[in-house]
């Protein structure tokens, strides 16, 4: 409208806090996203193996003519260390595919289509719109692994008692900060591949076939100089590795508790370096 019939008049709505104000990113993302029933799909996919779990749980504390067979199902599925460490392992496949199905359009579609001026010309600063758009696939990847992990846990402590709590503290917390570093590092990843790669197919198969390119390379290192740090360059054995350590699960791991974390410290500072340089309100072409 022309500015000299001082018509205009500013915002009197309600706005949104300041330390709140990335969820309006996450709520109009994960709407485009949240559309298509096969994801709906294969998000209730991700739940069959907790409810696997759980039902072992609850038969070995519940059902009488299970505890009168000649065997212990105690014996065969013992609800230990290993117990978890599987299920970190089967949810953090889970979490793989469906960073894979949902990670790839996060930050792309901004960049291609020159959005990003129009989200940092408001009160939104970078870290708000990373923040924003991490919180579209860390919600969905919390659903599936660190919530029914946590639930588990106390389903198993319910049943034995307080006792057992006390007695494997260790458990939830590898389960905690273990889910919790594959949310944040998946997370970042998918930013800075969808930031870097501006077709959404691309950065699909970046995600796809970068780490198995990088597991590749790290076994013709091994067997090349005869080293073991290889397998550093494997993010699923470095991630294996550090809730091997935590949990105290012998003989499964070639990676140290140090080495995993130095890999995973790496990996979170070069990707957010990565992503500081490309998201950004302005860009300057040759």
Known sequence: MPVYKRSYR??????????SRFLVLTRFSSQQLWRSRFLYAFFL????????????IYLQHNLELVKSLPFSLNQLFPVDASFFFRFMQVQGGWGYLLTVVLG????????SNNALPLYLCRPVSRFNYALGKMMVLALPLAFITLLPG????????YFEGIQWLAANWQ??????????????IYCLLCLVISAWVKWRMVAGGIL??????????????????????????????????????????????????????????LITALAIYLLSRKIKACEVVA
Not at 171 to 184: A, H, N, R
């Open 45 to 56: 996919v991700c739940f069959i193996y907790p409810a696997i779990c759980l039902g072992n």
């Open 150 to 157: 946590i639930f588990l846990y106390l389903a198993q402590g």
């Open 208 to 265: 796809v076939g970068g780490l198995l390119i990088f597991r590749g390379i790290g076994l013709a290192i091994n067997q090349l100089f005869g080293v073991t740090w290889g397998n550093c360059l494997n993010l699923r054995e470095v991630l294996n590795s550090l809730w091997v350590n935590l949990l105290g699960v012998p003989g499964k791991s070639e990676i140290s508790l140090q080495d995993a974390c130095g890999t995973l410290l």
């Open 171 to 184: 458990v939830g917390i590898t389960l905690l900060l273990g889910f919790s570093t594959l949310i944040l």
């Open 10 to 19: 500013t915002y009197q709505g309600k706005t949104t806090r300041l330390g």
């Open 104 to 111: 790839a359009g996060l930050i792309s579609p901004d960049l």
